[in-house]
Each structure stands twice: as C-alpha cells, then as structure tokens.
C-alpha cells in the first residue's frame, strides 16, 4: 500500500489490489488555531471516504489516521462495489454514510457486496479477522452536501465545512462524486482513472449516464489541485484533463486510450460492447 499526502487534511491511500484509492478527509484548522510544534497533529474530525482491501492496508490506515491527526467519526463510500466499502472493517465504530441510491443499492441486492468480498478472499487466501459487514448505513441527499468538524464547536460560532456530493452513476447505476472544497480535492469514484478505462457493464451502469457523469464532473476537475479517482492514484488536474477526454472518446466513439489497451482493458472493453449492445 501507498500513502501520500495531497493536502495537510488528505491523506491517499493506494492498495495493493486495483491500486484501489481511499482518502482521509479532516475539516481544517481553525483560524485561531495554535502554530508550532504539535500543532500539525492535534486530533480533528474526519472521514474516510472508501477504502483500501487487504487486511493489514486496513489496519495501517486506521493507524496513520491515529498518527496524523485524522480522528474519523464517519465513512463515506463513493458507490456501492464491494472493494470501496470496507472501511467498518477499519472503523468498526463509524457510520457509512453513501449516496441514496447506493443505499437503495446495497438494500436491493442485500448481501451481494458481502458475498463478492467472501469471493475474493477465497480465491487470493486472504484472512479477515473481523467479519464482514456494512454496520450502520446512512443514506445522503446527493447532489447535496455534509458537514465536517461540526462536533467540536458546539457554540456555532466556528465556520461550516461542508463537503459537496455530486451524483456519479454510470459506472454502476448509483453514486456520488466528493468535492472538498478547503483542499481543492476530488474523491471522483470510478471515473478517471489513469489505470483503468471507462466500463458500465455492471449491473445498472450504463453507457449515457457514464457520459453524462463526465460532463458534470469537468468544472470540479477544473477548479481542483488534486483528483483522486477509485483506481490509480491521485492525479493532478492536468492530468485528469487529459484523462477526461481520452474518456469522453473511448465513450463516445471507442477509442481506447493509448497506455489503457493492455489485454485486462481489451476485456473489459469487450464487456462494455456487449453492454452497449454494440
Ligand atoms: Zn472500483
């Protein structure tokens, strides 16, 4: 696993598995904060918005979060596929807030995520210690937005930091994209990732609302120093650019990007073809 800071409130973690993302969001320091030694480090609230898979990538995200100041009080999940929603096993205690539709997702299809974790663990030997589960899922008004750090100032006094939801389905019929605004970061979910291409060949994806779901991610890319797709990495915003359009290419015409035709991506356009009926 890989961990790297974007922002001084988030931290990106990279699994070993589909170099799956998750990041560490934490509201900021107050204006009137104290400076100096320590200060870097004193606790504020966060989130932790998917996740990274293996057991141990788990674990060490717990303990980064503990050692720079991340306290998460809750998790978020970009869309409701198995390897983005593991954070209870890491944060037992909070809460997994996701989009309403993945919400109605994971109520629909109860158990499936479950079941597709299971499989992977069978098929690579991997053992958990803990037993799967989503604990307490809360579903989001998106496009909408979220408050952080609103437990440690009582007095409302302080200055609302509020993450943006933005809708981002198509990839799978449900999801949300995360802009954070202090750090001029985007949690973008399955879309733009410099690893993998477009697919919506899940059940419920589909090829228009991919489309459509580029569009409304363009003016947050644009105004972003980072973008953090589910898959790769953080990128940086002329990246990210870059990667939006060979997107809207490969979904609008096909054409599959030059460092994304290896034969994984070969199969996954395939899948995405038939899909799309084409
Ligand atoms: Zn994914």
Known sequence: MRALAVHSDVLVVVSRVWQTTAALVRAPAPADAP?????ATTPREAFLVDSPVYPDELELTAQVAG???FSVAGLLATHGDWDHLLGPLAFPQAALGVAETT???LTGHSGQAVREMRAFDAEHYVARERGPGLGDVQALPVPGKLELGAGEDAGGSAPRHELELHAADGHTGDGM????????????????????????HDAD?????YRATLDRLKPLIEQADWVVPGHGGPIDAARALAIWREDVAYVEDWALPIARRDATQQALHERNRAAAGA
């Open 35 to 39: 400076s100096g030694p320590g200060a």
């Open 67 to 69: 050692q720079a100041g």
């Open 103 to 105: 919400a109605a997702r």
């Open 177 to 200: 994209a995360i802009w954070v605004p202090w750090a001029r970061v985007l949690l973008c979910g399955d879309y733009l990732s410099p690893v993998e291409i477009p697919t919506w």
């Open 205 to 209: 994806g589909s090829r228009t609302a």
